[in-house]
């Protein structure tokens, strides 16, 4: 039997059995499924007992973590003292699948779904994720005079779509583009047809109360793999994204939700930056494109995500500018990591609205590797 080196980190409280359509999907293409390794990480008041029994009729290796199993794990793992860097009842308790994969060496690739996702059927999902992984391509690479890369940019003229997180003083961007090799690729994130990943505003704007554009993406929308260029950022959404084992050190999900300025949205749009700017610091590479998913977005509130974007959208504007200060070259992960604290920690965010966020932030940056160190000298 294979031992599983692929850790799918999957949080759900709504519907698990998403999931369902990944392990079809692997199996009509041929993936090994033994190497995958599920970690639904949930709460107490859902269905855990049905998702293990859905992991086991599947025949999936794979482990439940509401809350309680959560607080368990970090006592068996020896840091309790650090489940406070992961936010409660937030997306961004997708940082436990991350701390689940540092404490568990076999797992050489994580993947992050989200359970409003389905695989497309032309793609091999896991295949073509794992492909890109620890290779190089020869790709476009793209850049603008704004130094941001609309990850929709390939058909921008039919839909005029910014995803998520894309600061509003990067838009209206020129753009360039070159073919050319592309270094170690560590992180591979696989773009989105039907309901784009748009923020509230950019909702609003398109005409739809319900958390849904009206305007919506097909896969001709996408036609190739590209990669932001060096010292260039894009966002990084955690819906369709596959990443090596090493970058975990630089690829906290921010502490978003949980928070005195009821702050949430930006766990892995910020994740995203340090993620690009630490593989510029390393001459890694960060690739996107294929394979897509489905995105079925739920209806919902579009003011509720409102709500939880308006107080950090103007720190979104900044908070890149603040990664640009920490140094251009690391020698692993964590110096970049730290380097990307020492520059947030030092810039100043004093004009900007909920400006002590940072602070905020920072405390648990540093917390994070603090987390990351006790497990290794746990193991």
Known sequence: ????????????????????????????????????????????????????????DLGVSGEVFGGSEREAWYDEAGIAEYSDVVPAASHAETSFGLLYMWAHPQFEYGVFLDDDTQPHEDFDFFGDHLDHLGSTKTVEHVASDEQWVNVLYQNVDRHGLYPRGYPYSAMDETVET???????????????????????????????????????????????????????????????????????????????????????????????????????MLDKSVINGFPLCVHNKAERSTFDDLNNEVPALELNEHFWEALEDAPDEADDYVEAYEGMIAAVEAYDFSAYANHEFIDFTVEKMRRWLEAIRALEAEA
């Open 1 to 56: 039997m294979t031992e599983a080196d692929i850790c799918v980190v999957a949080p759900t409280i709504r519907n698990p059995e998403f999931f369902e359509g990944y392990v079809a999907n692997a199996r009509e293409h041929g993936f090994d499924t033994d190497r995958l390794h599920a970690v639904l990480v949930t709460e107490d008041f859902c269905e855990k007992a049905e998702m293990r029994e859905m992991l086991d």
């Open 178 to 280: 070159a073919e050319r090799e592309t270094s170690e690729i560590v992180a591979s994130q696989g773009l989105w047809t039907n309901i784009p990943d748009l923020d509230a505003v950019r909702i609003l704007m398109d005409g739809n109360l319900k958390g849904q554009a009206q305007t919506l993406t097909r896969a001709e929308d996408f036609t190739h793999n590209f990669a932001a260029a060096e010292d260039n950022y894009l966002t990084v959404c955690s819906m369709n994204l596959a990443f090596k084992r090493e970058v975990i050190p630089a690829f906290y999900q921010f502490p978003m939700d949980d928070n005195e300025w009821d702050i949430g949205r930006f766990d892995d749009i910020w994740s995203g930056l340090t993620l690009k700017k630490a593989a510029d």
